[in-house]
T-cell receptor, first 104, second 112 residues
């Protein structure tokens, strides 16, 4: 069993839909990171969370430390949101990623 | 510079050769990370520096891999006797204490 698991592995959505990507982890952490990687592109850090909730534009990330679970939400999804979303926890353990495709 | 930079962007080498990959972190970032990402896979941790010292090198796959950060800024990842299985994108990231990690564009290494 991976120490960081994401679901779903693949996700297809219509433009405008609300999207949720989940991350569960089994290790103790000091922070959890949500990363975005576009095809052939570099990795961009979206959020670093240690508790509660953070919002940036159409992106919202939440974390429940007791349940060892985090979610990344995208509101009003757009084709440019199509990317691989990766959950990573300290110490430097990555989830397998969620490949998101948003169609117009 | 404004972000993390890595050189070269692409490196093609022959099996058995030695390669060096360079990472220039964001100025003032004390933490520096090296990762490796194979095609279709997520990043895999290699080594983490805090300042000049390797705080955690448990991800280095074997003794052919070595990394240095002599002045606490630029880091070099060194791979000896390269093998075809070393082909991957090598990513560098840096961060300041308590902040998000900033990733470089990566170096695509191809071992023929």
């Amino acid at each position: 069993k991976n120490e960081v698991e994401q679901s779903p592995q693949n996700l297809t959505a219509q433009e405008g839909e609300f999207i949720t990507i989940n991350c569960s982890y089994s290790v103790g952490i000091s922070a959890l990171h949500w990363l975005q990687q576009h095809p052939g592109g570099g990795i961009v850090s979206l959020f670093m969370l240690s508790s509660g909730k953070k919002k940036h534009g159409r992106l919202i990330a939440t974390i429940n430390i007791q349940e060892k679970h985090s979610s990344l939400h995208i509101t009003a999804s757009h084709p440019r949101d199509s990317a691989v979303y990766i959950c990573a926890v300290d110490k430097l353990i990555f989830g397998t990623g969620t490949r998101l495709q948003v169609f117009p | 510079g404004a972000g993390v930079s890595q050189t070269p962007s692409n490196k093609v080498t022959e099996k058995g050769k030695y390669v060096e990959l360079r990472c220039d972190p964001i100025s003032g970032h004390t933490a520096l990370y090296w990762y490796r990402q194979s095609l279709g896979q997520g990043p895999e941790f290699l080594i983490y520096f805090q300042g000049t010292g390797a705080a955690d090198d448990s991800g280095l796959p074997n003794d052919r891999f070595f990394a240095v950060r002599p002045e606490g800024s630029v880091s070099t990842l060194k791979i000896q006797r390269t093998e075809r299985g070393d082909s991957a994108v090598y990513l560098c990231a840096s961060s300041s204490s308590g902040t998000s990690r900033y990733f470089g564009p990566g170096t695509r290494l191809t071992v023929l």
